[in-house]
């Protein structure tokens, strides 16, 4: 028994570092090989407004050719500027050529893009490449996309229609060989329009910047240059709204943490994924150290045999490392399939394209290091005492019973922590829970159930230019459907922003607020609170607007009477607010409520989703989705019908926290589970040791539930130690996590006793099994005087 | 005081019984001091188990104080034997981690009595056995005599009617056995019935009465 506990605790350890290396290892191997890496930079901007900063990698247009034109100390010069196309079509000699959908990862460039990031050339070369404007280097994947089977050199001097334009391929590179940040698949040069924009007061995601500085000084020269132009550029406005910027520097080899920038890893995210799987590979050892100690007394015995036989102390303790090495090697096996299980079960957790990049090598390296290490740290412990044996002792005591191993204060220490580390687990689940179950079950300040979500056709193939008031309507008439809107999704990152203002005697307010573009049906749909005045009407797109209280009490306005038919200023816009809504949660709950402008549109464009509030019953869901089906295909005949519930789309938006629970809680159930398997070993060696007092108990008039009550008693204080030591760091580690929510419980006492009584609970009951074995005994078998 | 009537206990091998106690029939009276001998292996400490019911027959009859044992309920019929009975073992089993006046005290408070009752009998016995002085050294600290004259405190302490001993003397050399046995004549005196298993005759001879067992019969 001793050995498969022993087994399986080692096994989810291993596996458990296993998925974390991998991971790990994936990460950290980001934007390596680079040709003197230390001198590429990604430039980004830092803003501030109203004491708030924020930064943002998508830069304005012209910094790139300002810097091409004035900043000698750039050595390479590097923009990504992503190009869109609606349709591709390679031109091809054989068949008829068909246009394709566009694709991504299309960035327009700079030859020196192609020296700072080293590619393998298939066809062509980075010297000869973007002589002129009309020439394409694509990547293995996207020349086997165009033109299937086509080796590169073939590839070579084709042409491919990007829009109206012909482009040349004039190289093929290999896909990418590693981690990097740099993802394009294709790339041409960047258009003359684009390359000549002077707009230095818009930012977009689009456009990114990497640049190779000649050497460590040019940094401060290169920010000087830079940010006195944005300065100049940009300084007269951001002033007048109290803001400032500044371009700043991100380094490439620590670009993949820079939380600066855009898709970004949190460096202490895995921190916490190599803590979690250290501590799992910890706690597996002890045990393996608790049991294998439980189970010296009873081998005792033997190995005393074995010494007056001859045996030296050496080759004892190598026999007993191997033993240790032969189980480790056992648990290893056994974390293979658990590995392939956990992956499968925590895929969508695991970065996309972990799978492509081929570490088994340094994976093995690793594996064999950490059985290494495991089983000389389990077995050094347990060695000592087994050399420790005397063997005129061990052989003149029958039993285990009289002898006493190792000092029980060092198990208790270990017990101590096993359980300090599970119950900090323990309570960052229930904390967890209770707050997910809290932004789940928030009033959003809109009505979410029943609510069917479309998305409808855009692209150019499966949609016919028609008007999305066309299913609208046309659902009106099946009664097992309410009712449909238009418009960006409340709760969802679809919305735009825009600055609006207003003016009164004190001044000129004005707010950056998020807008949504929605029909005369939105409000009702989605049972949106109308505070005062009326809902929009198709007719108030030239002005008419809806705005939220926070809105309206951010641009001065005393109430919502006072603010219905107020005059707010986009740009040289003028709007007229035409009722106030209650607020209602526009993006999720870890964010505060923010302002909202509901803005009436007729426009194709804007009312991309339709949202179809199905009949409460939900009998009757069935069919009105049947209905919404058939529309669809008489409506957009090339589109394939897709809809999703809107409590679903929820849902997804706290995916990430709820992936992020799922690892805590398995997380618990193994450290729970090992710390039991710790506390059964330790709890049979000193049942064992007591089996004599046990027995004298019971003849002296003990009952059963004082022998079990007695043999628990110490074992639950240690339990009840941890639980002490382990609360103020649980709640140091939850409080720390409920900061990132807007919208939180409150922590409170019960949420750390009810889970320190669970725990206590379920140690209890692991023991009881040997304690009352022990208590039941026949006291008769363990005083008998031979 | 005691009646056994037709008493078996056997081990089942197989299909075949192998008997440890065959048949027995005994009486034994309040106020007795019986010693009983035998061969090892002759049932002799079984039968001292099964009187002090730490081991229950197969088979027979069972009176104690009148009443039918193995009728009984089991928390009825150990709170009879606990208010009645105390155990002298071979190798004194005290308890290690307990000093001798809390070993002494440890029945008592099974027995749920207050603890200035307790203190009162514990004190009492120290003072009688003439062991006050050693009263808070550990067992370990004592010689195997006065190890066994603390264990003979301790199945005192309930002031039983009846007093087990298995092979009291096993552990002691001669002189120290002299005292013990001089004792247990004392407390026999006292009014104890006292029912001793025993290898020597000399200590068998302390005795009322001496029991002869031989393959689990008495002679």
């Not at chain 1, 150019?460 to 028609?466: G, L, N, R, W, Y």
Request: proline share 4%.
């Amino acid at each position: 028994m001793f050995t498969g506990l022993n087994i399986l605790g080692l096994a989810i350890g291993i596996c458990a570092s296993w998925i974390v290396f991998r991971v790990v290892f994936y990460e950290f191997s980001f934007d390596k090989g680079h040709p003197e890496a230390e001198q590429i930079y990604k430039v980004y901007n830092r803003s501030q407004h109203a004491g708030e900063f924020r930064s943002f990698d998508g830069l304005p247009v012209p910094i790139a050719k300002y810097i091409q034109e004035n900043i000698t100390d750039v050595a390479q010069l590097a923009p990504i500027f992503y190009q869109y196309f609606g349709e591709i079509t390679p031109i091809s000699k054989e068949k008829e050529a068909t246009p394709m959908d566009g694709q991504g990862a299309i960035v327009g460039t700079l030859p020196d893009y192609f020296e700072m990031v080293p590619y393998t050339w298939l066809a062509g070369s980075p010297k000869t490449i973007f002589k002129t404007p009309f020439e394409v280097v694509l990547t293995e994947s996207r020349l086997q996309l165009y033109f299937p089977g086509l080796s590169p050199q073939e590839a070579m001097g084709r042409t491919i229609k990007y829009g109206k334009d012909l482009y040349t391929v004039v190289g093929v590179i290999a896909n990418l060989e590693r981690t990097s940040s740099f993802i394009g698949k294709e790339f041409m040069p960047i258009p003359e329009k684009e390359w000549n924009n002077d707009r230095w007061n818009s930012y977009s995601s689009n456009h990114q910047l990497y640049v190779k500085l000649r050497d460590e000084k040019a940094k401060e020269s290169f920010l000087k240059i830079a940010n006195q132009k944005l300065f100049d550029m940009n300084g007269e406005e951001n002033a007048q709204y109290n803001s400032s910027e500044e371009f700043q520097l991100a380094p490439l080899s620590t670009l993949h943490f820079n939380k600066n920038i855009m898709g970004t890893v949190d460096i202490r995210l895995l921190y916490g994924l190599i803590g979690i799987a250290l501590f799992l590979v910890l706690l597996a050892s002890i045990n393996y150290i608790n049991l294998a100690t439980a189970q010296v007394p009873y081998r005792a015995k033997e190995i005393g045999i074995r010494k007056t036989l001859g045996e030296q102390n050496k080759h004892l303790t190598w026999s007993f490392f191997m033993e240790t090495w032969v189980i480790c090697l056992l648990a290893l096996a056994l974390a293979w399939p658990l590995r392939l299980l956990m992956e499968q079960f925590f895929n969508s957790y695991l970065p996309e394209d972990l799978q492509q990049f081929d570490n088994s090598f340094p994976i093995g390296l690793f594996l064999l290091g950490l059985i290494v290490f495991i089983s000389v740290l389990s077995a050094i412990y347990p060695a000592y005492l087994i050399n420790r044996i005397q063997v005129a002792e061990v052989l003149k005591i029958k039993g285990a019973v009289k002898m006493s191993f190792g000092s029980l204060i060092f198990r208790k220490g270990m017990i101590v922590f096993q359980f300090l580390i599970a119950q900090v687990f323990v309570i960052a689940t229930v904390i967890m829970g209770l707050q997910l179950d809290f932004l789940l079950s928030k009033d959003p300040g809109f009505k979410k159930d029943a609510i069917l979500t479309l998305t409808l056709p855009y692209k150019k193939s499966e949609a016919p230019d028609v008007d999305p008031f066309l299913i609208k309507n046309k659902l009106q008439a099946y009664k097992e459907i309410k009712g449909s809107a238009l418009g960006h999704l409340p709760m969802s990152d679809i919305h735009f922003g825009n600055n609006y203002s207003t003016q009164s005697d004190t001044g000129k307010v004005e707010i950056n607020m998020p807008l949504k573009e929605i029909d005369d049906s939105y409000v009702d749909l989605f049972g949106i609170k109308i505070l005062a005045g009326r809902n929009i009407a198709l007719s108030d797109t030239s002005r008419g607007i809806l705005m939220s209280r926070l809105a309206i009490e951010k641009l001065g306005f005393k109430s919502p009477e006072q603010a219905i038919g107020g005059q707010v200023f986009n740009g040289d816009k003028n709007l007229e607010i035409v009722g106030v809504v209650e607020d209602l949660n526009n993006k999720y709950l870890r964010s505060k409520l923010e302002p909202l402008v509901l803005f009436p549109s007729i426009d194709r464009r804007d009312l991309r989703t339709l949202s179809i509030r199905l009949s409460d019953n939900p009998k009757e869901w069935q069919a009105g989705i049947a209905h919404v089906e058939k529309e669809w295909k008489a409506l957009y005949p090339k589109a394939t019908f897709s809809y999703e519930f809107y409590d679903e789309h929820i849902k997804h938006l706290y995916e990430s926290d709820l992936r992020f629970s799922s690892v805590i809680n398995l997380s618990t159930a193994i450290t729970i589970l090992i710390s039991c398997l710790g506390l059964i070993g330790l709890v049979t060696l000193t049942t064992a040791q007591r089996t004599k007092e046990i027995g004298i108990r019971k003849v002296l008039g003990s009952t059963v539930s004082g022998i079990v009550g007695l043999l628990s008693k110490d074992y639950l204080k240690l339990v009840l130690l941890s639980i002490v030591l382990a609360s103020p760091i649980a709640w140091w580690a939850v409080h720390k996590w409920l900061e990132s929510f807007a919208f939180k419980i409150d922590v409170s006492w019960w949420m750390f006793v009810i889970p320190a009584l669970l725990t206590l609970l379920v140690a209890f009951f692991t023991m009881s099994y040997q304690s009352v074995k022990a208590a039941r005994s026949n006291p008769v078998d363990s005083l008998r005087d031979e | 005081m005691i009646k056994l009537e037709q008493l078996f206990k056997w081990y089942s091998q197989g299909n075949n019984r192998s008997f440890v106690l065959k048949d027995i029939n005994l009486s034994i009276e309040a106020g007795d001091f019986v010693s009983i001998m035998g061969p090892s292996g002759s049932g002799k400490s079984t039968l001292l188990n099964v009187i002090g019911m730490l081991d229950e027959p197969n088979e027979g009859k069972y009176y104690f104080m009148g009443e039918d044992v193995l009728a009984m309920k089991t928390k009825k019929r150990n709170q009879l034997f606990q208010a009645h009975m105390g155990y002298v073992f071979q190798s004194y089993h005290l308890i290690d981690e307990l000093t001798v006046y809390e070993n002494i005290e440890t029945p008592l408070i099974y027995k749920n009595l207050s603890s200035a009752d307790r203190k009162a009998i514990v004190s009492d016995l120290l003072d009688r056995f003439h062991i006050v002085g050693k009263k808070d050294l550990f067992p370990a600290q004592l010689s195997g005599g006065q190890q066994q004259i603390v264990g003979i405190a301790r199945a005192l302490a309930g002031s039983p009617k009846v007093l087990l001993a298995d092979e009291p003397t096993g552990n002691l050399n001669s002189k120290q056995g002299e005292e013990i046995m001089e004792l247990f004549t004392q407390l026999n005196k006292d009014g104890v019935t006292i029912i001793q298993v025993t290898h020597s005759e000399k200590n068998a001879a302390y005795g009322h009465r001496i029991l002869e067992m031989l393959d689990g019969q008495i002679k």
